[in-house]
Every structure is written in structure tokens, then in C-alpha cells.
């Protein structure tokens, strides 16, 4: 059982990355309802390994490590597997270059880049992103057919990323 | 590398939209080509930031709600301090920081609900009404005498339909049946966000909740803490310093701080659990049980399936255009009524929809003198339009059922000693009745709905059960079941 202060120095840094930890699950489950999970059992199993992990290492590989393996055994249940990758493909994702996964940086030019959107794509994203709703839920919700809402909102993720990227090459201020 | 081809599966992925033959085709790009799963790591990026900001921005107002309690955070940042920063160090800083981001979130804005006739209308932040309707999601079935409801839409208590609103109930208690089963217990004062049928947030109040076994899942969040149902039969409070309860009268839930991964913890039959949520903890807590509101025993209520509802009590008015939603309403008229006159009834099965005759149920005479209890069953789609809305469902009572009141004049002939006395009906000469098909109007044969089907009626095999398909046309649809009285 690692020491009070090793146990601390990961809750810390895990706290820390907790949005780089959350944005990575994101990626690899589609179905938002499993993330929350997926996220509290990778604190849990950072916590109880805590000695294994080396203090000047990088915490976030680590993190990411542990969290990748939670992915895949809440993936293998019905109804998840369905939707998310393989894990031969997971794996692979993860395997091969490092993973730049910065939500907090993103998160902030986001809320200007939101508001630069069209009112009914705006709409989209919001039902999409803050009500966790899939297409069919929002193609009822905003009297349009699921297919207007798959273009409308992959329109406006295109339009979201090159905003966020113009703004964070821009810099701060 | 066909980027456009792998922009289109990856929208699709990230929406949980792949056909299992895309999701394949998907699977292939990323394991073969490098470049793919690159632009795999760009498109999550976004996806991930951008639902992250989703969560900040849906619990910003949470946040606000406890910092506009200038009091209550004052002394709590005082006592953190003193108290606890030594124990929690960097990780109560940092996870103080992540809620302080939430704050900052400003673009995402709440739409806000309207409520147009019996629709909920979604305008969006500019104010201007963009048509988007909402499905109307709970049904007030229950309140107690003093209940006093307010904001906008202020509700008409028993029988109201709620989309996705927030309600403020200031006073009394009262009792909403949602679409999936789910019970809530108000107690006042609460004020309570339906989000979905699977989803609530309880801003502030006490409310208690029964979980059927199909909406298991079924969440409440309170400002900084969620509470996931596993089965069973819960209750949440929320004191006015913004600090959740959680206590489990029957089942488990599983409970966390949603900043705070550390703070997940289960409760079982009998637990109760306080979050301190400034401070990131949880503490077990033995306290006063009497702030969680009592779920009524339901087993001796009839059992009512599909787009049926039963209330618990009468409503005020079953007049047309009251109360319009989705959805069949039943409740008791009188317990225990002497008929002072024949009643004819209908009984039984009866084929509505073929044959080139329509079939005629049994027809049968309830002697005057006999004892009876009453039930009216109400339908009021939303609006008036020729479109035929179709509900259907069954209601199962603890007794045998003696037949179904179906022709306009004995409805009305039987109002003034059938009918609740609290009830406003309406008159005679606007009263409508079932569109089936062996009935007759004042100008002959009673016509189809709009889309050429009849309403249907039947009684079940085991004597005791309802069954209904009601079409919704341009009035409201109602008929009366009689139930032989107590003591029988």
C-alpha cells in the first residue's frame, strides 16, 4: 500500500489532468452515460497503484494507460459494444504516437467560438453537448430530419475546429 | 486516405451513429493508415472539450446558485482554510480551480421552455421561438390540500402535464408520475428541473423517488452532487445552505461529486449520506429521516400501463380543453354510490375496426339500487387539429369490473350522482363521446376518426382490467367505468 503522501502526490496529479483524463475517455466512448463511470474507477485504480507510479514521470501517459484499460472492460458489455471501437483499434490508437488530448486549452476558446455559430447549429451543439442527446432525439426535439442533424452537426464541429485551432495559434489575449 | 469519407465515419462515431458496416469500414482506416488516427486525435479533441464545456456550462447555474449564497460560502471558505487545506492540500486547490473554471463558462446559455397551449415550445437565448416542441415528460397525479404551486408555467395541479419545465412548489406536497414509471414525492418548498424522463435536477427541496425496475439509471442531480438510482427507492434533500442528503429506503444508488471522482460512494437500504460538497466530503449521517418525504404505499391502487395514468385524486375540471397531453387520464369519481336508476353498460371485447358490420359488445342493464364505484377515463389531446393523436393503454382494478358507461346520455344523465363533487364536468350539449363504431349521434352512425380507425374499449379476460386505444380528434374522449362497491 503506497504511503500517505505517494497516495496524495497521485490524487493531486491525477486531479490536475482530471479534463485530459476525461477528454480521452470521451474519445474512445461515444456513449456519454458510461464516462462517468469509466473516469471515478481510473481514479480509483490510480489511487490503489499509486506506488507504481514514479514522481518526474509522465503522470498523463500513466493516467491514460490505466484509464485505456477501463475503457475496454466497460466496452466489452452489451450495449457499449456495439457503438465503440474494437479493441484491436483502441489499442492501436493508443499505441502509436503520443496523445495530445488538452481539453482545458480548447475549452476556453470554445465558449468564444460557440457563440460565433448560427442559431440552430448552435442549437445542435448545445442539445448534442450540454443534454447528451443523440441525433434522432435532437431530429425531434428541433422538428428536423436526422440526417439535417448529422450535417448540421458535423458542419459545426468543422467550423468549431478550425475557430478553436485559429485562436489558440493566435495565443492568449 | 479519403479525408472527406473519414470526416463523415468520424462524426458518425462520435455520435454514436455508425451502421455496424461503417463502423467497420472505420476500423479498418485507423488500423491501416497512420494519418487516419491522427486526425482520429484532432477530431476527439474536440468532441471532448466541447462536452466538457457542455457539463461546465449545465453546471454553472448549480455553481452560482451556492456562490450567490454569499453567507453560507463565506464561512465555508473561512472554515475550508482553517480547517481542511492542510489535510487536502493540491487536491481540494485543484479540484477548487476546475469548479471555479465552470464559472467562466459564459457562451453555452439554458434554453428556456414556454409553454403554448399544451406544447412546450424551446425558444432559444435571442428569445425568438424557434419551434422546437418538446414531449410533455411527468403528470401531476397527487396533492395534498395546501399544495401552491408558482413560476411560469404555473401549474394547475392534478392532471397537469410537465415537459421539460422547472417547477416551484412553494407549499404542501404533491406527486408526479413520470413516463417511464418513475415516482416523485414533492415536499415544499422544492424547486425541481426535469431534464428527461431519465433526468432531474433538484435545485433546491426534498423529494423522494420510486424507481420501477425499466427506468433503473434514472438520475437526480443537486447542486454539485448526482445521484444514480440502481433499483430502488430513494430520497434527496437539499438544505438551504445548498448541502445534498441522500437516503435509501429500499434498493441502492450510487452518489458522487462529479469534481471529485474520489466521492463515489453506494448506499444501500437505510443509508443516508450528507455531501459537503465546498469541501469535497462525504460524511454517513444518522439524522432527522423526517426531511425526506414518504412514498405512499401503491399497492392497493389500480395498476394503470402504457399511456394511461392514474390519479390519486380528482381534478378540478375534465372539461375539454383543461388539461391536454398525451395522455388517459383515470381517477375515482365516487366510492360508493346507490344507482337510482337503470344504467346500461357496455361489457366485454368488441372488434371496432373490420368486418362490414361493426361489432356490438354485450350490452348490459345495472339495475337501479345497485352499489357502485365510479372511475371517469378522460383523453384531451394537445390542440384541436383533424390529425388523429392515438393513445392506448390498460387500467387493472382490485375488483371486478360491471361495465363501461359509453353512451352520451348516460354519461351525462349520470353526472350529478356519478361525478366527483370537486369536479367541473362539461355541460350535456358538449359532452362527447367515444368515436366507436356501434354508437349512434344525434345524426346517425357515429363517424370514424380522422384516419378512418374507431376508439376501442374492452374489458379484459381476468374481468378486472380496462383496455383502451383512444384516438385524440378535435374533442376530448370519455367514458365512465363502474366497479361494484365495497362490501359486494
Redesign the interface.
Known sequence: MASPTQT?LV??L???N??AV???V??LM????R??DV??E???TV?AKADDFVEGTNFRAWAFSIARFKVLESVRTPGAR??A??A??ID??CG??P?????EE???A???C??KLA??A??A??L?????C??PEIA????WTVNSV?VA??RA??F??EC?ERQLARGPG | MDTEHLDFLLNRYFDGELTPTEKRELELILLEEPKARREFWRAAALHGALRISGEQAWGARAAKEIAERPAVAAARSRRWFLTEFPRLGWAALAAGLAAAVIVTVSSWKEPRAIKTGGQAVVSSRSGAPNSVADPFLAIVVDQSAGARWTGSPSLRGIGHALGRDRVRLEAGEATLMLDNGVELQLRGPVELELLSVDHGVLHRGQLSARVPDNAIGFRIDAPGVNVVDLGTEFSLAVDDGGEPKVHVFKGKVRAAMPTLPSSRTELGSGDTARFDVALGIVSRDTGDLSVFPILEDDSMLPRATGDVRYLRRAPKSVRAGTYEHDSIMVFQEKADVVLPEAVTVIRGASNQQRGPEPSVPDLAVLPAGTRVRSYLIHFDRVGASRDDVRARGRITFDRPVLGFVVHAKSLTDSDPWLGHPDTTYDSPGSRQILEMRFLRNRTGPVKSHTSGLFDEVHLGADGRSVEMVLFGGLAADQFRVLLAADGN
Open positions: 496524495a490524487q493531486g491525477f486531479v490536475q482530471m479534463m476525461r477528454g480521452f470521451l474519445a461515444p456513449d456519454f452515460s464516462v462517468d473516469v471515478q481510473t481514479f480509483l489511487t456495439e457503438i471501437l474494437d484491436e483499434v492501436a490508437l502509436a504516437e496523445i495530445e488530448v488538452h481539453p480548447q475549452t476556453g470554445l465558449a468564444t460557440i457563440g442559431p440552430q448552435r442549437r451543439i448545445e448534442r453537448y450540454q443534454q447528451a443523440r441525433p425531434r426535439r428541433m422538428g448529422n452537426l458535423a464541429r468543422n468549431l475546429r478553436v
